[in-house]
């Protein structure tokens, strides 16, 4: 079965540090693999995705991802975080292909952005 | 283009009560999602619309939740009778015909049961 780990609940990163947020998926075949970003009072907006082809994928707001088979990981990465990215981020994988459409969520990471 | 929109944005009931959620994907979307958070939990599927056929319905928890979408429009999700495990956010998503990736989410209604 599908499923996604987020290891880590809760991350405080100061302004300006870099940032890598840790995904462990569990997917039979290829996966289709998305971070997601919840910042409070919105909905959960697409970050990137990774379905195929080159394995360092590139987002909104300066995040990238990579996906590494060997390890069954999808980290999002941010080289300077700002204020403005304090959030939770969940990562999914997707089950395309197999008749069903849905995604499978991680517990989500929230991140604190300290002066 | 307006986005998906969620309402209530909270919802505080009482156990017993029946509370219906209402969602409206963006015009054009024939898919349309229903997910759930429970407190520290994942967002876990609930169902999956294409126009106002239930195409998957595997996620829904109970015979309590009744999901509709009448003519393919909006859909709402009603919990009756509410239980204290119902608590949670509800997340509604919509996708175009073609299955593409990366849905686009509402803000999803807080829901409480008391």
């Known amino acids: 079965a599908q499923s996604v780990t987020q290891p880590d609940i809760h991350i405080t990163v100061s302004e300006g540090a870099s940032l890598e947020l840790r995904c462990n998926y569990s997917?039979?075949?290829?996966?289709?693999l998305f971070w997601y970003v919840q910042s409070p009072g919105q909905g959960l907006q697409l970050l990137l995705k990774y379905f195929s082809g080159d394995t360092l994928v590139q987002g909104i707001k300066g995040f990238e991802a990579e996906f590494k088979r060997s390890q069954s990981s999808f980290n999002l990465r941010k080289p300077s975080v700002h204020w403005s990215d304090a959030a939770e981020y969940f990562c999914a994988v997707g089950e395309w292909g197999t008749g069903a459409n849905n995604l499978f969520f991680g517990t989500g990471t929230r991140l604190t952005v300290i002066p | 283009e307006a986005g998906v929109t969620q309402f209530p944005s909270h919802s505080v009931i009482e156990k017993g009560q029946t509370v219906t959620l209402r969602c409206d994907p963006i015009s054009g979307h024939d898919n349309l999602y229903w997910y759930r958070r429970v407190m520290g939990k994942e967002i876990k599927f609930l169902l999956h619309?294409?126009?106002?056929?239930?195409?998957?319905e595997s996620g829904m928890p109970n015979n309590r939740f009744l999901a509709e979408r009448t003519g393919g429009t909006y859909s709402t999700l009603k919990v009756q009778p509410a239980e204290l495990e119902d608590s949670g956010v509800y997340f509604c998503?919509?996708?175009?015909?073609?299955?593409?990736?990366?849905?686009?989410f509402g803000s999803g209604t807080r829901l409480t049961v008391v």
């Open positions: 619309f294409v126009k106002e056929s239930k195409q998957d």
């Open positions: 997917y039979g075949a290829t996966p289709y």
């Open positions: 998503a919509s996708s175009p015909a073609v299955p593409n990736y990366g849905y686009t």
